[in-house]
């Protein structure tokens, strides 16, 4: 019985750290984007409109002093919540 609890203590720790990578999504980007700079807006102004353009003006675009701690994982969890294709 003991070794049942223990295991499904462990399950659901895991899944609750699973979940929070995937939970990622726009909090790395929230850090610095926050009210009137928030990411969707960035996006609308930047006219960014696929997860490609994302990437090219977070990695390559005039700001890209900026994005340098975030990997592609973080830019393509952004472009997931922002809906980006
Ligand atoms: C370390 C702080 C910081 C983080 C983290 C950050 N940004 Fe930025 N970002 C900035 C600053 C500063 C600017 C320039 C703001 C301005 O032009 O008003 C900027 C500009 C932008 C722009 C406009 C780019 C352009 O070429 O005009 C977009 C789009 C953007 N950020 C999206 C994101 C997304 C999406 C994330 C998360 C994956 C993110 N940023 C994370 C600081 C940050």
Redesign the pocket.
Known sequence: MKKCLALLVTVIVSLSIASFGFAAG?D??????KGD?A?DK??A??K?GTAAD?MK??KE???KG?????TED??N???GA?ELK
Do not use: T, V, Y
Not at 28 to 33: A, D, N, P
Not at 66 to 70: R, V, Y
């Open positions: 726009l790395k980007c929230e850090k610095c984007h700079k990411p960035m996006i102004k930047a960014i994302l003006a977070l675009g005039p700001k900026m994005h340098k701690s975030l973080d830019i969890g952004a472009a922002l």
